[in-house]
């Protein structure tokens, strides 16, 4: 923070507050305690402005990954796409008297949502392609061949290191099926998310209907409850995107996908 905003910290009050009673228990006079409180107050005003100068912002988060196009999640971003489209043009037409300072700001949740959705879709691809790396059948060919070999060497190196190509052969088998199952939930997540900004369009369409009839203060109430409903939509897509992002991370170090929690469940829904 700056010299102003330290100034107008409370702490800065509190702590010369103290200092001043601690001087007056000393028994100083008047005049010394008002410069002891002041001191006080000032150097901790220098000394918080001076250690918050040189601190970075937080980095912005990374562009998304980008999307493969003929694939479900790239399906499910168009949708959201023209629904976000769809969700701005009507916002712009929101009478100004059932708009507070929280609805005015629809539009950009609306964006950020979309963001998301963009970001855990590109995630899709990216799993999609690291999976299509793995043979499931070819690795399941090889491990019977791997195990039968083994259960048929006597030597007991030999058959120390065929133990080891199948458990390596085993290990990518499991790292196939933990990344289908991370690459089955973030779609889903994809679908759930596009189908829930076509859900707040079509629900701000009807608000937008019962304004004109004259129902103003519903209307309102209504606006108010969409825009808690699109913070959340928007919540829970970063919050998916965190855990496939360390679910991904852990597939390209250490293969350790299933140690992660994928995104959270979501209803059924069809798929349009």
Same mark, same amino acid.
């Given at each position: 923070m700056g010299l102003r905003d330290e100034a107008r910290d409370p702490w800065t009050y509190i702590?010369?507050?103290?200092?001043? *009673?601690?001087a007056w228990a000393l028994g100083l006079p008047g005049l010394a305690i008002v410069c002891v409180a002041a001191a006080v107050g000032g150097a901790r005003t220098i000394a918080g402005a001076a250690l918050g100068? &040189?601190?970075l912002p937080s980095p912005p988060p990374p562009p998304p990954l980008p #999307?493969? /196009?003929? #694939?479900? @999640? !790239? !399906?499910? =971003?168009e949708r959201a796409e023209r629904a976000v489209s769809s969700f701005d043009r009507l916002a712009g037409s929101i009478? /100004?008297?059932i708009l507070s300072e929280r609805t005015r700001s629809m539009g950009e949740q609306a964006k950020e #949502? =979309?963001?998301g959705l963009r970001r855990l879709g590109g995630q899709a691809s990216t799993t999609r392609g690291m999976a299509a790396e793995l043979d499931q059948e070819q690795l399941r060919e090889e491990a019977a061949q791997l195990e039968h070999r083994r259960d048929r060497e006597t030597d007991p190196e030999i058959r120390l290191e065929l133990s080891r190509s199948l458990e390596s052969v085993k290990e990518q088998r499991d790292i196939a099926r933990r990344l289908e199952q991370s690459l089955t939930q973030i779609v889903a997540r994809v679908e759930s998310g596009a189908l829930g900004l076509e859900r707040l369009v079509a629900q701000l369409a009807e608000i937008l209907a019962l304004s004109d009839t004259g129902? !103003? #203060?519903?209307?309102? /109430?209504?606006?108010? @409850?969409?825009? /808690? @409903?699109? @913070? &959340?939509?928007?919540? *829970?897509l970063a919050e998916a995107e965190q855990l496939s992002r360390r679910a991904l991370s852990g597939s390209g170090t250490s293969g350790s996908v299933a140690q992660e929690p994928g995104p959270r469940p979501v209803d059924e829904k069809g798929s349009g």
């Open positions: 702590l010369a507050g103290i200092a001043g *009673g601690v100068v &040189g601190q #999307t493969q /196009d003929a #694939t479900p @999640e !790239a !399906a499910w =971003l009478p /100004d008297q #949502t =979309l963001l129902a !103003a #203060t519903s209307g309102a /109430d209504q606006l108010e @409850e969409l825009a /808690d @409903e699109l @913070e &959340g939509l928007r919540s *829970g």
